[in-house]
């Protein structure tokens, strides 16, 4: 398995274990050069945004993944995680509706979590 796919499998694991809702992976390798995978997920207020931000980098962190920056995380009505082949969206629900990245990027290919767990076997 190649190491954004890897990534994204830990991110979304991290991101499932703290209930985090509507995950979404947007396959952006055709249409863009910033990164081969968006994962987009939302939660119900800051605390949980930022407990899936944690859970996330610490997942990604174990595996040697190093995130090379992190946005919004104080505000946590997005946060944004960079770590070069993927880039992780956490948002607030009033605020993932308000940005709608998945319409931004429906170029990609939108794959829920369990279809790309198919794709990796």
């Not at 979304?12 to 995950?23: M, N, R, S, T």
């Not at 995978?37 to 800051?46: E, K, Q, V, W």
């Not at 308000?98 to 076997?121: M, N, V």
Request: proline share 1%.
């Amino acid at each position: 398995m190649d190491q954004a796919k890897e990534m994204v499998k830990l991110a979304v694991g991290a991101l499932e274990d703290k209930k985090a809702e509507d995950i979404r992976i947007i396959d952006i390798r055709q249409v863009s050069v910033l990164a081969d995978y968006f994962l987009i997920a939302s939660g119900s207020n800051s605390k949980q945004v930022q407990a899936m931000t944690d859970s996330v980098e610490e997942a990604l962190q174990k595996s040697g993944f190093a995130c090379r920056q992190i946005e919004g995380y104080q505000s946590a009505n997005w946060v944004l995680m960079d770590y070069g082949d993927i880039i992780v969206h956490v948002f607030c629900r009033e605020d993932r509706l308000f940005y709608d990245l998945e319409r931004i990027w429906r170029d990609g290919k939108t794959i829920s979590p369990e279809e790309f767990r198919e794709i990796c076997e």
